[in-house]
Structures are given as C-alpha cells and as structure tokens.
C-alpha cells in the first residue's frame, strides 16, 4: 500500500514538474530560426557574449534558453544532430541539478551537452562522471566539437594519463586526444572522467606536499552518468588509499593449508543470506591441532583467528570468475554490478591476501588505510549534482534521502513498443539452460538477433560451450574480454547475432538494429536469472525497443538460481508440486512472480541497509576528514601560520595546566615546571606558587617567554622559518591522521561488540572516535611545539668550505679569462635541523621511527 502511494505522488510530481518547463523548451524552439541565421563565426563568439552578461549580473537562468539554442544549433552543424524536444527537457533537468531518467537510446551523451555547456560558462569547471575509462574517452571526443566549436576546452581523466581534446580537423569537425598533464585536463572548462579517478584525485591532492601539485579545482558542477550504479550500487564500498605494511605474508600460506582440507557442514557452515562463514566444533579442534595452540580464541592468537576467518571467506564465500579473475598472476576484482575488471583496488583487512593465498599466487603486503572517502560524501561535496541514466525512478526515495536530488522521468522521443514476456521458470537449473539454448536455436534460425544476459562470467562461459555443441555461432561480452566491448555491443542487433553479456551488456553504446531486423521482430532479449537488483534486469531489459525499434525481452529461472534458493520461498517448489509438473516443464504462475519480487526487494532493502550504515559511520569519519584536510590545505597555502603556531602554543600549555593545576585537587607546579622547561625548552620559577588562582597571571608571563623564544627562532632560521614550520606541521599531521585511520579501523571492528552490552554501536563509534580525534590533535600540538622549540640552526662547516674552494677558482679562472667578473661570493647556507629523539617519527615524513629511517647510521 505505501508503495503504490509513492509510486502516485511520485506520477503526480513528475507530471507537475514537466508541465511547468514545457514553457522553458517552448521559447528554446522559438529561437531556432533566430539562430539558424547566425553564420560559424557570428555562433562562436556567442561564449564571449554569455560570459559578459554573466559578468553583469545576469545568472545561468536568465542566458540558459539562448546557450540551449546555441548549443542544438552547433550540435547539428558539428556532429549532425539536433537535440530532440525531450533531450532539452532532459538538459534543463540537468541543470536544476537533478537526475533525468531517460530510457536507453534516448541519446543521454548528447543531453549532457546542453548542461554541461552553460555551467562551463561559470569558468569554475563542469565535470562528467561515467562508469569507465572507455566511455569518457569516447563521449570527450565525441562531443567535443560542440565545445571546441564555441571555444570551450575539454579535457580527458584517464586512469594512467590524462588528455585535451583538439582539433584533428577543424573544417571537417574531427578531434584528437593530446596527452597533458592531470591538472590540466581539470583546468579545462569541461572535464570528462570516471568516478574512481575523481575520488582518488581527491584523497591523493589532499596527501600532496605542495599546493602546487594539487590537481583538482573546487568542485563545481558534475553530472554523473548511470548515476544509480556509481551512487547506489558502487555506494556500498568507499575509495581506500593504502600503504604496504611490515606484516610477514607467509602466515597466509599456512592458515591456507590448514583450512584447505576443512569440509563444509562439518568444520564450518555458511550462511549465504549474510555472506558469512563460522567454524563449527569440529572444525575449531583441527585448527588448533594442525597450528599446535591450545585456544583459537584466547586473546594471544586474535591474529591468527583474523587469518583464519579470512581463509574461510575466501574459500567458503568467494567465487573465482564470479567474484574475481586471475590474471598474469594477480587477483583482480570484478564489480558485481557491471561485471567489469576492477583493476587496483583490492579487497581489505587481508580478504585479499586470503585470495592470494588461495589461488597460488604472490602475495601482496597487507595495506594500511592512508585516506578513504565514500562515494556519496565525495559527490555531496559538489556545489551542484545532477545525474542521468535509463533506471532511477525504483530509488527515487534513496536519492532524494541520501543526495538531495529529485528524480524527473523524461518521456520518450518515440513510443516503447517492446514486448516483455512473463518469466518462465523451472525446477532445474539444467531444465532451464536447455530451454534457454532452444530459444536462441529458435531465434536464430529466424534471423533475429539475440543478446543474453548472465549474472557472471562463469555462467556466461557455460552457455558458450552449450551453444558451441549446438553450432551457434556467438560472441562472448564478459571482465575477461572487457577491452572489445564497444565493438560486440555495436553488433549485437545485425541479423542472426548471439551475444552472451554479464551485467556489463551495453553500458553507455546504443545496440541498433542491422537492415531487415525490424520486420523479424527487432532484437531479443534473454535473462538467465533475476539479479538481485530490479533495477539491473531493466538495464537488461532496456538494450530492445530504443527510439521506437520493435523489440522482445523474458527471463529464465530456476529454482537453483542463487536468488530464489537463498530469499526465495520453499513454497514455490510446493506449487510446482502441486500443480503436478512434469520434468522439463515451465511454469508462470502469480504467486511465484510474487515471490521473485519480494526476494528482489529482500535483497534491495538488505543493500539500502548496508549502504545507509556505511554513510552513517562515514559522516562520523567525514566530519573529521574536512577539518584534517582544511587545516593542511591552509598550511600548504601557508595562510595564517603564525596564528596556526600560536594555537599550537597555547593548546599545548592549556593542555597542561588541566593536567598539573585545574585537575588535581593538590596543584603539582614543579611537574609543571619541568613539562614546560621540558617541551618549550624554557625555565620558569613557580616554587613559591601554592595556589590555582596564580595561574592566570603565570600563563601571561609564560606565553610571553614562549613568544620570545619562537621569535628568535624565526630570526635565527630566516628566510626558510615558515618553510620549516610548513614541512613540520604537514609531516605530523599526516603522520598522526595514519595512525589515527588505523585506529578508526581497529575502533570500527571492534565497537559492533558493544551491541551485546545493549549500547548502540553507532553512538558508542561517535563518542570513541570524536576521544580519538582529539587525541591527536592534541598529540599533533604537543609535538610540533617541542620540535620547534628545541630546532637549532647550524652552520653547514662542509658546505661552507666547499663554496669557499669554488669561489676561489672562480677568482683564478676570471684572472686568466676574458670573462666579466662574477658575482660577489655566496653567503653560507643555514640549515635548521630539529633534535630528534630516536623513538620520535623520522622528520622527512617517512611514518617510520628516526631511529629506523635518517637516524639508522648515525
């Protein structure tokens, strides 16, 4: 009931809304001919003309009927193509910063261009966010010449390397990718990319030494193509920046060969609802006998306890060719929603050293946290956000939680008249695939193109080698062929083709229709199984009936598909006994349809869980990440620095007269004495002091020794003292934020626990973690104060004889030389070297112990 109420106020507010900017495209259409008229010259100077009315006061609202114009008419004369009336309802979408869902084949790439052109106008930059590397490359290039045409810039993210899109042939309208460096591909007015490379740009500007090595601008204004995968189905990982550790990784081998000959059911049991594994008895006692310890769970073997779970996982939980590849010797991930290689990102907390382990290969250091962000506090940072992709609607709610974005449906160009049959299920997953393999046959001796849609790449390879037996010629789309995508997909509708797809089947790439086609039907499509996800079988689903092109879609189940076997119910096999099915024999029944969409629905509400629980703890993590990252962007930028020392200073002494004055009931002024001699390097007499009341006056007269003492500091080092406090402050903060992560970590795991003490989780997480994060600010003021207090600036003896040695040969070689004299000799240099103690961190930002880094031969 609630939902079919949100599905009509949903209907309700959509129909508002387009009724309300039906006007918007009215006046956009009654300036056509106006534009038309304009020769190239006179449309590209347009871009000068909309920045200087944006100059004086006007806003994008008051120019966006006359940049759409400009931009439909440069659209047609470029690339051949007029934006149709529902692309500039879908522009204006886009630009009010929400997400238009626009069915597959309704030109998306194209509708972009209207938003992206009059936010660039800003000159703050305007991103676009899609799914892979390919698909920015193409779209920059492929659009570009709109933008190059009315003098915009365009530049390309790549994982490796980053572009400009140019002029290949400006007469002919054709661009060329030239490669440049990443800032300047985010310097370009318009800048294409994924969204992982966006987010780790992020995190890897914000662990940079130098302000002038950022990459990224403020962010400004993005779109975000398929917008459900990257911020709902992607959501539920965040980007992790890691760092190799000191962990020996044999240990992996070992707990591998132990838990290798563990049997299920009898050692372990697994629960796939959950996706976890526990150890039964039996299998407790083998454990501890074949690694000789008394107690797998005393406390001494919490270690190897994390290996051994870890080892269950990857053998118990993990699918090779489901869940990840093996190749040249590597683990890599493959996304479960796209089906595509994840190459460098790698499963945490030793999931992926497990892997290794278990597939025989080299085993890569366990990795640290050094910066992690979720997807949705990094996009929520944009000034404005707006999305697009063929399926939002079903999530309309989450995005409007989550994002602030509403959703709008855009109508098609042309009518869906695409057929979708009932699903037809059966008992056996063998029963199924021959049914499925009989209608390819079928399909195929029409003529009709087929594009079947599997869940993984193992299943997508067992349907080729059934089609290969029957002499179905075909072609395979899967992670493992991932770089001839494009060129599959494009096929895919011609006469007689068979493509086999995972959940990757033609993202961003329009499969049209080859000659004679439409009369067979238009192309088919077929699904192996339900996939958690509705929204993933409407992708499916939407590859047929693009721009009005007849068209064909059902699914095959069984009641072996992961999905019904784990959230199903057991009463569909009940019907199906009932109904006295034979063998080999289909059934569509409504009470089994039911049932496949409540387990949908399980699995989609157990996610929304997931995702909404990562964000929850993120935002405690977030919160403390902006004031990390704002402090050390101002310390690059060498803003208030002095102000930065002296809050330091005083942090640092209120710190201790809390300790030593305000706290005890007894004031202990000659500890105190001693910590301030001890950190600020500085005597101070307060023997006679017997009082707290004193204290006030003392703290004058104390910052005022400090203050003097930081001041001949500054005189001593000279020119390089603000330097000097800038790669201190830098080198501590982001040596204390490291081990500060890793704490979040250990924090993270262990504060589930607490549920069982009847303690919310989450809010015992916000009172810890917030401890911890004043802890190290706290730690970060008392060393940086100690440092600098006890820095000395020594004169370089060596380096000093050594330029005397050279200006003396200047001198002989100016006596014997026809040369102009040179420049007076050079001052010597001063260094300033802080005293270091062997245990403290290492000063070159290493993150290891002096003793073990600069301080290891002396």
Same mark, same amino acid.
């Given at each position: 009931?609630?939902?079919?109420?949100?599905?009509?106020?949903?209907?309700?507010?959509?129909?508002?809304?387009?009724?309300?900017?039906?006007?918007?495209?009215?006046?956009?259409?009654?300036?056509?001919?106006?534009?038309?008229?304009?020769?190239?010259?006179?449309?590209?100077?347009?871009?000068?003309?909309?920045?200087?009315?944006?100059?004086?006061?006007?806003?994008?609202?008051?120019?966006?009927?006359?940049?759409?114009?400009?931009?439909?008419?440069?659209?047609?004369?470029?690339?051949?193509?007029?934006?149709?009336?529902? @692309?500039?309802?879908?522009?204006?979408?886009?630009?009010?910063?929400?997400?238009?869902?626009?069915?597959?084949?309704?030109?998306?790439?194209?509708?972009?261009?209207?938003?992206?052109?009059?936010?660039?106008?800003?000159?703050?930059?305007?991103?676009?966010?899609?799914?892979?590397?390919?698909?920015?490359?193409?779209?920059?290039?492929?659009?570009?010449? =709109?933008?190059?045409?009315?003098?915009?810039?365009?530049?390309?993210?790549?994982?490796? !390397?980053?572009?400009?899109?140019?002029?290949?042939?400006?007469?002919?309208?054709?661009?060329?990718?030239?490669?440049?460096?990443?800032?300047?591909?985010?310097?370009?007015? *318009?800048?294409?990319?994924?969204?992982?490379?966006?987010?780790?740009?992020?995190?890897?500007?914000?662990?940079?030494?130098? =302000?002038?090595?950022?990459?990224?601008?403020?962010?400004?204004?993005?779109?975000?193509?398929?917008?459900?995968?990257?911020?709902?189905?992607?959501?539920?990982?965040?980007?992790?920046?890691?760092?190799?550790?000191?962990?020996?990784?044999?240990?992996?081998?070992?707990?591998?060969?132990?838990?290798?000959?563990?049997?299920?059911?009898?050692?372990?049991?697994?629960?796939?609802?959950?996706?976890?594994?526990?150890?039964?008895?039996?299998?407790?006692?083998?454990?501890?006998?074949?690694?000789? =310890?008394?107690?797998?769970?005393?406390?001494?073997?919490?270690?190897?306890?994390?290996?051994?779970?870890?080892?269950?996982?990857?053998?118990?939980?993990?699918?090779?060719?489901?869940?990840?590849?093996? @190749?040249?010797?590597?683990?890599?991930?493959?996304?479960?929603?796209?089906?595509?290689?994840?190459?460098?990102?790698?499963?945490?907390?030793?999931?992926?050293?497990?892997?290794?382990?278990?597939?025989?290969?080299?085993?890569?250091?366990?990795?640290?946290?050094?910066? &992690?962000?979720?997807?949705?506090?990094?996009?929520?940072?944009?000034?404005?956000?707006?999305?697009?992709?063929?399926?939002?609607?079903?999530?309309?709610?989450?995005?409007?939680?989550?994002?602030?974005?509403?959703?709008?449906?855009?109508?098609?160009?042309?009518?869906? =008249?695409?057929?979708?049959?009932?699903?037809?299920?059966?008992?056996?997953?063998?029963?199924?695939?021959?049914?499925?393999?009989?209608?390819?046959?079928?399909?195929?001796?029409?003529?009709?193109?087929?594009?079947?849609?599997?869940? &993984?790449?193992?299943?997508?390879?067992?349907?080729?080698?059934?089609?290969?037996?029957?002499?179905?010629?075909?072609?395979?789309?899967?992670?493992?062929?991932?770089?001839?995508?494009?060129?599959?997909?494009?096929?895919?509708?011609?006469?007689?083709?068979?493509?086999?797809?995972?959940?990757?089947?033609?993202?961003?790439?329009?499969?049209?229709?080859?000659?004679?086609?439409?009369?067979?039907?238009?192309?088919?499509?077929?699904?192996?199984?339900?996939?958690?996800?509705?929204?993933?079988?409407?992708?499916?689903?939407?590859?047929?009936?693009? @721009?009005?092109?007849?068209?064909?879609?059902?699914?095959?189940?069984?009641?072996?598909?992961?999905?019904?076997? !784990?959230?199903?119910?057991?009463?569909?096999?009940?019907?199906?006994?009932?109904?006295?099915?034979?063998?080999?024999?289909?059934?569509?029944?409504?009470?089994?349809?039911?049932?496949?969409?409540?387990?949908?629905?399980?699995?989609?509400?157990?996610?929304?869980?997931?995702?909404?629980?990562?964000?929850?703890?993120?935002?405690?993590?977030?919160?403390?990440?902006?004031?990390?990252?704002?402090?050390?962007?101002?310390?690059?930028?060498?803003?208030?620095?002095?102000?930065?020392?002296?809050?330091?200073?005083?942090?640092?002494?209120?710190?201790?007269?809390?300790?030593?004055?305000?706290?005890?009931?007894?004031?202990?002024?000659?500890?105190?004495?001693?910590?301030?001699?001890?950190?600020?390097?500085?005597?101070?007499?307060?023997?006679?002091?017997?009082?707290?009341?004193?204290?006030?006056?003392?703290?004058?007269?104390?910052?005022?020794?400090?203050?003097?003492? !930081?001041?001949?500091?500054?005189?001593?080092?000279?020119?390089?003292?603000?330097?000097?406090?800038?790669?201190?402050?830098?080198? !501590?903060?982001?040596?204390?934020?490291?081990?500060?992560?890793?704490?979040?970590?250990?924090? +993270?795991?262990?504060?589930?626990?607490?549920?069982?003490?009847?303690?919310?989780?989450?809010?015992?997480?916000?009172?810890?973690?917030?401890?911890?994060?004043?802890?190290?600010?706290?730690?970060?003021?008392?060393?940086?104060?100690?440092?600098?207090?006890?820095?000395?600036?020594? +004169?370089?003896?060596?380096?000093?004889?050594?330029?005397?040695?050279?200006? *003396?040969?200047?001198?002989?070689?100016?006596?014997?030389?026809?040369? @102009?004299?040179?420049?007076?000799?050079?001052?010597?240099?001063?260094?300033?070297?802080?005293?270091?103690?062997?245990?403290?961190?290492?000063?070159?930002?290493?993150?290891?112990?002096?003793?073990?880094?600069?301080?290891?031969?002396?």
């Amino acid at each position: 009931m609630i939902e079919f109420i949100t599905k009509k106020l949903f209907g309700s507010y959509n129909d508002r809304y387009l009724k309300k900017i039906r006007p918007i495209l009215e006046k956009v259409n009654a300036k056509e001919p106006e534009i038309q008229a304009l020769s190239n010259e006179e449309l590209s100077k347009k871009t000068d003309e909309f920045k200087s009315r944006l100059q004086n006061g006007e806003t994008l609202d008051d120019i966006l009927v006359d940049a759409f114009a400009v931009t439909r008419e440069v659209s047609k004369r470029t690339l051949n193509m007029r934006h149709f009336d529902v @692309q500039i309802l879908g522009g204006y979408v886009l630009h009010k910063g929400k997400i238009a869902e626009m069915k597959t084949g309704e030109g998306k790439t194209l509708v972009a261009t209207l938003a992206l052109y009059l936010n660039a106008l800003t000159e703050k930059g305007a991103h676009l966010v899609t799914v892979n590397d390919y698909l920015a490359r193409r779209d920059a290039m492929w659009m570009a010449p =709109i933008y190059l045409f009315l003098g915009l810039t365009v530049g390309v993210i790549q994982h490796e !390397i980053s572009y400009l899109v140019e002029w290949d042939n400006k007469e002919k309208f054709t661009t060329k990718l030239v490669e440049c460096d990443r800032k300047t591909a985010y310097q370009a007015d *318009i800048t294409y990319g994924t969204n992982n490379e966006f987010g780790f740009d992020y995190l890897r500007d914000n662990m940079k030494y130098d =302000i002038n090595d950022y990459v990224q601008r403020d962010l400004h204004y993005a779109i975000v193509d398929e917008v459900d995968s990257i911020l709902i189905d992607e959501a539920r990982t965040p980007l992790i920046i890691s760092g190799p550790t000191d962990e020996r990784t044999d240990k992996y081998y070992e707990i591998d060969r132990v838990v290798r000959v563990l049997k299920k059911d009898e050692d372990y049991t697994v629960d796939e609802k959950s996706r976890t594994v526990k150890l039964t008895d039996s299998g407790i006692n083998k454990i501890e006998k074949a690694l000789n =310890i008394d107690n797998l769970f005393d406390v001494r073997h919490v270690d190897t306890l994390h290996f051994v779970n870890n080892a269950l996982k990857a053998h118990a939980l993990f699918k090779r060719d489901v869940d990840y590849v093996v @190749q040249d010797g590597k683990v890599i991930i493959v996304d479960e929603f796209t089906g595509r290689l994840m190459p460098g990102r790698r499963f945490s907390e030793g999931l992926h050293q497990a892997l290794e382990a278990k597939e025989g290969v080299e085993i890569e250091s366990e990795n640290q946290t050094l910066a &992690s962000i979720t997807f949705q506090n990094y996009f929520r940072m944009y000034e404005k956000l707006a999305g697009m992709t063929g399926t939002a609607a079903t999530e309309a709610q989450e995005f409007r939680e989550i994002y602030g974005l509403d959703v709008i449906v855009i109508p098609t160009h042309k009518p869906m =008249i695409r057929k979708d049959f009932p699903d037809v299920i059966y008992r056996t997953a063998k029963e199924k695939y021959d049914a499925i393999v009989d209608e390819i046959v079928e399909m195929h001796s029409i003529g009709r193109p087929v594009l079947v849609g599997t869940t &993984s790449i193992e299943k997508s390879e067992y349907l080729s080698k059934l089609l290969r037996k029957k002499g179905i010629p075909h072609e395979v789309l899967n992670a493992k062929y991932h770089e001839r995508e494009a060129q599959i997909v494009a096929k895919a509708g011609e006469k007689k083709a068979v493509t086999i797809a995972t959940n990757m089947a033609g993202r961003g790439t329009d499969i049209k229709l080859g000659p004679g086609v439409a009369e067979l039907g238009g192309l088919h499509i077929l699904g192996t199984e339900r996939h958690e996800s509705r929204r993933i079988d409407n992708q499916l689903r939407g590859r047929a009936g693009r @721009q009005g092109d007849p068209g064909s879609s059902r699914f095959f189940l069984s009641l072996e598909d992961d999905l019904l076997r !784990i959230f199903g119910s057991d009463k569909i096999s009940a019907i199906m006994n009932k109904l006295g099915m034979k063998e080999g024999e289909p059934i569509e029944h409504p009470l089994i349809s039911r049932a496949i969409e409540n387990a949908q629905k399980k699995v989609e509400a157990m996610h929304f869980e997931i995702r909404k629980h990562l964000l929850e703890y993120d935002n405690v993590m977030n919160q403390q990440r902006q004031v990390v990252y704002t402090l050390r962007r101002t310390i690059l930028e060498g803003k208030d620095l002095d102000d930065i020392v002296n809050e330091h200073i005083e942090n640092v002494l209120d710190g201790l007269i809390k300790e030593f004055i305000d706290a005890p009931d007894d004031p202990d002024f000659e500890s105190f004495a001693k910590s301030i001699e001890k950190i600020f390097d500085i005597k101070i007499d307060l023997t006679d002091r017997q009082s707290k009341k004193d204290i006030d006056e003392d703290k004058k007269v104390i910052l005022q020794k400090i203050n003097e003492k !930081i001041e001949m500091k500054k005189n001593e080092i000279g020119e390089h003292y603000y330097g000097f406090v800038r790669f201190l402050l830098i080198n !501590i903060l982001d040596n204390r934020w490291k081990e500060h992560l890793l704490n979040m970590d250990y924090l +993270r795991d262990s504060v589930g626990l607490r549920g069982y003490g009847q303690k919310d989780p989450l809010i015992e997480y916000k009172r810890e973690s917030y401890n911890l994060f004043m802890d190290m600010m706290n730690r970060i003021s008392f060393e940086f104060v100690e440092f600098l207090s006890h820095v000395q600036v020594e +004169r370089d003896e060596e380096l000093e004889l050594k330029q005397e040695e050279k200006n *003396i040969k200047e001198e002989r070689r100016d006596i014997f030389s026809d040369e @102009q004299p040179k420049e007076e000799k050079k001052k010597p240099i001063k260094r300033a070297t802080p005293k270091v103690g062997r245990n403290d961190p290492c000063p070159c930002g290493s993150g290891k112990k002096y003793k073990k880094c600069c301080g290891a031969n002396q």
